[in-house]
Structure formats: C-alpha cells, structure tokens
C-alpha cells in the first residue's frame, strides 16, 4: 500500500516538461532501426519471436537511447545502469536494441540463432555482451533485479536498474514476491517496465490467467504506477522522466505499463493470427521491411 507520507511527497514533487519535438524524433528514429534490424534477423531463420520484437522496440528504444547510463566499449562498466530482460525470448529485440547502442555490432545480428553465434534465440548472460541476466525461464527477472539494486544501494551507487517484463510474467508468483520486497526496501533506483501486448504462448492473456485490472495490482504493491501507449514514443519519454523525477525522490520503486500492439509497424504481421512465434514466408520479409519504411517515413514528414 502507498503510504500517507509517499502519497503527500509524490504530489508535492514537480512534473517534468513534456519531451521535446526532437527527442521523441530521435528515439523514433532508433525505434525504426531496432525493428529493421529484427527483421533482418527473424529473415534469418525464417520465423521466430518477430512480433514481440516489434511490438516492444519504442519501449527498448526510449531506453537504449535515452535513458540508459552506459559505455559501448566497455559493457561492464561498473557505473553502468544495468537492463535485465527478464523475458528471454524478448532476445531478437533486445540484441537490435544492443546493436543500436554500439554494443554488438550491427554485422554479428545476421548469426542470430545460428550455432556458435554469441546472439542464441533465448537471451543468455554469459553469451552476449550488454545481456545482464539469463531469462529462458520467466519470471526470475524482477527477484534478480530487486536484489542488484540493493547490492547497488549498499556499494553507494548512483546506477540505476531497469527490469524488462513481459505481461505473461505476471502469471508468476515470484514476480509479486520481488514486487513486495522492493516496496519494503524502497527501492527508488528500480524501474520496472511490462509489455503488456494481450498475448502469450496459450493464446490471449486474459484467456490464459487473467492479470487485469493490473494498474491497480501494481499500485497495491506500493509502486509508482503509470500505464502509458507502449507504442507512443512522446508518453513513453513522459514516463521515463516522471518516474525518474518522482519515484527516486520519494524512494519508491516506479513501474510503466506498456500497451503495445505485436508486430507493430508492419501490418502484414499486425494481422498474424498466430503471432507468439510467427512464421514468415520468404516472399514475405522484404514487403515487411517495405511496410515498415513506409510508415516510418509517413509518420516523420507527417
Ligand atoms: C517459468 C516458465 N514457464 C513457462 C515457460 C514457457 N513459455 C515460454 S514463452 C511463454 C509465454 C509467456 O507470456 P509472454 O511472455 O507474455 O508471451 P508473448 O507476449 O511473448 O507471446 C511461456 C509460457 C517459460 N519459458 N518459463
Ligand atoms: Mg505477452
């Protein structure tokens, strides 16, 4: 529960300025490429966790190139803000969004799954540089994420930690335990983020386990809670900022709930009915990069 204190504290703290014309263009801008790249990467094996990587790339973007404290060449920096991808599968978007940050450079994306590639399609710490944790089996993400920002706490470090979760981890018991713990340990240097896209493996989320209403969940916890467009790129940003304004200060632990569309940007993919592992025909990737430019471009000049 949000405390008297908490409550009085947040309502008293400022509400940053609206993002700029040029950083939402700029973040769009790596938006586009992140989903590009997942393309390119998904054309590699022909199918794979394709929609996701789409549907999350404003979310990853906002963070890569906005608000992650971090040194390309140097990826364990021990400074660095730390990005836990909780959701494994999440990879194909993660290692487009760690291409994008310089991290893993833009030619190793086409080994993507291959055999002795360090990009493997479930996200694995000891593979990849910029890959902070291992997340093939769900739900860990957030209890591993709890305890690194007290480790980081304890060490006197200004790092901050931000944990990606997809909404089937909220099926998980242990994520609500993590959720609890960092309430009680007011964990202002944690920031959680959830793609809440609809989906999981089985089907519908709210066919599989429903998790709704989950604003309200979160906020029963004693987290900062904002539920924003996961696809609006400018209301991200605002979030980003608020929570970093907001929950820091009053030493609460702050997660955004991200509604996102899978596959977005490429309407052929949009309309997949089987969209969790998605297979694409080979005729089929260059009209999806096609359909993907060609919203970008008419977005920007609009
Ligand atoms: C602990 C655990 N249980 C089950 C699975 C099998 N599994 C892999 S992906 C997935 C769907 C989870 O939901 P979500 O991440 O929201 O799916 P998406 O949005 O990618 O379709 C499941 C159940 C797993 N990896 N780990
Ligand atoms: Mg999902």
Redesign the pocket.
């Known amino acids: 529960m949000t405390t008297t204190k908490e409550a009085q504290l947040t309502a008293t703290l400022e509400t940053p300025s609206a993002p700029t014309n040029e950083r939402v263009g700029s973040v769009s801008a790596a938006a586009y490429r992140i989903r590009h790249h997942a393309l390119n990467m998904g054309e590699v094996q022909g199918q794979g966790?394709v929609?996701?990587a789409l549907?999350a790339a404003d979310m990853l973007a906002t963070v890569y190139s906005d608000q992650l404290n971090y040194r390309a060449e140097d990826p364990e920096w021990e400074a660095r803000d730390r990005f836990l991808l909780s959701?494994?599968?999440?990879a194909i978007g993660h290692y487009a969004a760690l291409a994008e940050a310089g991290i893993v450079p833009i030619s190793e994306l086409e080994t993507y799954g291959s055999d002795d590639s360090r990009l493997p399609m479930?996200g694995m710490s000891t593979y990849t540089p910029g890959m902070e944790i291992s997340g093939?089996?769900?739900?860990?993400g957030l209890t591993i994420a709890v305890g690194m920002a007290l480790g980081l706490r304890y060490q006197g470090s200004d790092a901050r930690i931000y944990n990606f979760l997809?909404?089937?981890?909220l099926?998980?018991g242990s994520t609500w335990e993590a959720a609890m713990g960092a309430h009680h340990h007011q964990l202002g240097n944690l920031t959680a983020m959830v793609?809440i896209?609809?989906?999981?493996?089985?089907g519908k989320?709210d066919t599989?386990l429903r998790t709704e209403p989950v604003t309200e969940k979160w906020e029963s916890f004693g987290w900062y809670t904002q539920r924003v467009d996961g696809n609006d790129v400018g209301a991200l940003l605002a979030a980003f900022d608020n929570a970093a304004a907001q929950a820091a200060a009053v030493g609460r632990p702050s997660v955004i709930l991200c509604d996102t569309k899978?596959g977005r940007g490429v309407t052929l993919l949009e309309e997949r009915e089987k969209?969790?592992?998605m297979r694409i025909e080979e005729h089929e990737w260059q009209t999806c990069r096609e359909q993907l430019t060609a919203g970008y471009e008419g977005k920007a000049s609009a």
């Open positions: 966790y929609g996701q549907g959701t494994g599968h999440y479930s093939g089996s769900l739900g860990h997809s909404d089937g981890e099926d998980e793609d896209n609809a989906l999981q493996a089985d989320t599989v899978v969209a969790h592992f």
